[in-house]
């Protein structure tokens, strides 16, 4: 599968963004997807992430109640909606996709098997 992340930008502090992530081929429902971000000298933090059924999701702390992740199977797309940004949430962020075999989310950078170009996300104070 290939991916390719869209719709970073620069914004203001609470405003809101909505990053989508397209992926190529027809399997995209074996799929569970996630949604990953990297600041300058720091560590690669896990965002959000979707079952490849949709069934199940997850977010991380920093992110919770203020982000949500979702996919479209018809339109191939998983898309993340960012509300209430804060400068913290500055980063490059990328898509992945999970090894095939799992079909549950994971938090696990190493359990991703594809990776998107990434996407800038600017937020100023």
């Known amino acids: 599968v290939q991916l390719e992340e869209s719709g970073g930008g620069s914004v203001q502090a609470g405003d809101s963004l909505r990053l989508s992530c397209a992926a190529s081929?027809?399997?995209?429902?074996?799929?569970?997807m996630g949604w990953f971000r990297q600041a300058p000298g720091k560590e690669c933090e896990f965002v959000a992430a979707?079952?490849?059924?949709?069934?199940?999701?997850d977010a991380g702390d920093s992110v919770k109640g203020r982000f949500t992740i979702s996919r479209d199977s018809a339109k191939n797309t998983v898309i993340l909606q960012m509300n209430s940004l804060k400068p913290e949430d500055t980063a490059v962020y990328y898509c992945?996709?999970?090894?095939?075999?799992?079909?549950?989310?994971?938090?696990?950078?190493?359990?991703?098997?594809?990776w998107g170009q990434g996407t800038h996300v600017t937020v100023s104070s």
């Open positions: 081929g027809r399997t995209f429902r074996r799929w569970s």
């Open positions: 979707i079952s490849r059924a949709a069934d199940m999701t």
């Open positions: 992945a996709a999970r090894n095939p075999l799992y079909s549950s989310t994971s938090r696990i950078p190493a359990d991703y098997v594809a």
